[in-house]
């Protein structure tokens, strides 16, 4: 209530980055004070990390802690997914980093539409670049409670890189990075980079993927731990084109697929003005109104990949009820973004919570 009245009263009024950057800023303020990183896991429900061996491990080799996480896009140069993960995600998906440091797109780029809880970004993967995030998780896993944190990373294209040379793009940041992922995400489905969503065609897609699973094989070979890789698609593929990067994942042998990101479609049914949807302008639009789509794709991908393959269902994930039937619908984990700007920090925990109690009511 008090992160609503917070919201509605001031955070709405600021800009959207601005907002994002300063909420991320005090996380991590905090975050860094002694005994605040314990007081938020007791606040929000979240177990204590794992420090030792895990005895069990869930997909993708994760410790089960929630099967919700957070998706890329918030932490974007890997600052403190520590400090995300003590919200209560189960795990927390860095990024999008790529090979090179680069600004992203012009301001502003990151828009409200408050009257659907939705938002529209067209960032462009401003980061700092695979090295300098490489040097951040670094640190995190140096430490007892990073060695065996959920961190998930998601990859994309140099935006200067032309598309013929992508899968050297995508090497040079798995290479970089894989050493220090729980998994990697090949994103090839922002709509913010020009050109990108082209890679989701197979004769695309198949290169960049094997190159990224040549880089996580050989992290493996030097750490000794397995880097599941992931393809993150977008939910403007038609069908066919959704089973037939399911049918490269199987041919791959690929830990699954991340479904969906943001789409480049304006629904009609947006609550939103038309006139304000439009001066806003391209980007990707991301928020309940992604739901519909998000699980037909889940529901092609689970019928089509069999049950071995990992899913993570990701759009329009907006409560408890939404997750738990995503799990129910063949999803082995769920991310969230957008409902968690919109819900604030206690959000997460709450999330977890009521999916612990669904489960074990269900089970009983």
């Known amino acids: 209530m008090l992160y609503r009245l917070l919201f509605s009263t001031v955070l709405r009024h600021l800009d959207p980055e601005k907002a994002h950057v300063l909420a991320l800023d005090g996380l991590a303020l905090a975050h860094r004070l002694p005994g ?9 429900g979240t177990p204590a990390p794992v420090t030792t061996e895990p005895a069990n491990r869930g997909p993708l080799g994760l410790t089960p802690a929630s099967p919700v996480g957070l998706a890329a896009g918030m932490d974007k140069h890997a600052h403190l997914p520590l400090a995300l993960l003590d919200l209560g995600f189960g795990h927390v998906e860095v990024g999008t980093l790529t090979a090179r440091g680069q600004q992203g797109n012009p301001r502003p780029r990151a828009f409200r539409l408050v009257a659907d809880r939705a938002l529209i970004n067209r960032m462009g993967f401003n980061n700092r670049g695979a090295e300098a995030a490489a040097r951040e998780l670094a640190r995190v896993r140096a430490t007892d409670r ?87 698609i977008a939910p403007d593929l ?90 129910r619908d063949g999803a082995d984990l769920v991310q969230v973004y957008t409902s968690f700007i919109y819900e604030g920090p206690g959000w997460p925990g709450r999330l977890a919570r009521a999916l612990r109690h669904s489960r074990v009511g269900t089970a009983a």
């Open 36 to 44: 605040v990183p314990t007081l938020l896991r007791r606040l929000t």
């Open 238 to 327: 038609h069908d066919e084109d959704v089973l037939a990067v399911a049918d490269l994942v199987l041919d791959l042998g690929l830990a699954g697929v991340i479904a969906t990101n943001t789409t480049i479609a304006r629904p009609e049914n947006l609550r939103t003005p038309r006139a304000e949807v439009e001066a806003i302008g391209a980007g990707g639009l991301s928020g309940p109104i992604l739901a519909e789509r998000s699980r037909q794709v889940l529901l092609l991908l689970r019928e089509r990949l069999g049950p071995t393959p990992v899913i993570i269902s990701a759009g329009g994930i907006d409560s408890a009820e939404e997750a738990a039937a995503r799990l």
């Open 146 to 232: 990073g060695r065996y944190a959920n961190i998930g990373v998601n990859i994309g294209k140099t935006k200067t890189t032309p598309l013929e040379d992508a899968a050297a793009d995508y090497r040079t940041s798995a290479r970089l990075l894989a050493p220090y992922a729980s998994y990697l995400a090949v994103n090839v489905s922002s709509p913010n980079t020009p050109g990108l969503r082209d890679l989701q065609s197979v004769d695309s897609l198949r290169p960049i993927l094997e190159a990224v699973s040549a880089e996580a094989r050989e992290a493996q070979r030097h750490t000794g731990r397995c880097v599941p890789v992931l393809v993150k």
